[in-house]
């Protein structure tokens, strides 16, 4: 069993930057693709960030493309997310996720939706202040 746990998150000014951390136990990203989702209060979650099994390629959210990146640091068994130029509309609880599926997909990029993701953390908050 896949466990998840995210860190990170907090209060932040409009334009700054912040990296958000998953530790992920049994180092799933050597075989499963992994993301980033984010749920902002009275809406439904949604894709932010992938990146494919062992590290390549990455896939984002067009609202974050050019603004966040993710990124597999091994020696900390973590995946994470660089979030730079933040906006208030960034606010939400931001989740990490594993897709159990795409061990066996031959597809070139990563799992970028929901239903494709099977083992979740329980989120960290990030608020941005204009």
């Known amino acids: 069993q896949v466990q998840l746990v995210e860190s990170g998150g907090g209060s932040f000014q409009a334009g700054d930057s912040v990296a958000l951390s998953c530790l992920a136990s049994?180092?799933?990203?050597?075989?499963?693709?992994m993301a980033w989702f984010r749920q902002a209060p009275g809406k439904e979650r949604e894709f932010v960030a992938a990146?494919?099994?062992?590290?390549?390629?990455?896939f984002y959210a067009d609202s974050v493309k050019g603004r966040f990146t993710i990124f597999i640091e091994y020696a900390k068994n973590t995946v994470s997310l660089q979030m730079n130029s933040l906006r208030p509309e960034d606010t939400a609880v931001y989740f990490c996720?594993?897709?159990?599926?795409?061990?066996?997909?031959?597809?070139?990029?990563?799992?970028?939706?929901?239903?494709?993701?099977?083992?979740w953390g329980q989120g960290t908050r990030v608020t941005v202040f204009t």
């Open positions: 049994g180092r799933p990203f050597s075989s499963h693709d």
């Open positions: 990146i494919r099994r062992g590290g390549e390629p990455q």
């Open positions: 996720a594993v897709s159990e599926s795409s061990s066996y997909s031959d597809d070139y990029y990563p799992a970028h939706s929901l239903r494709e993701y099977d083992y």
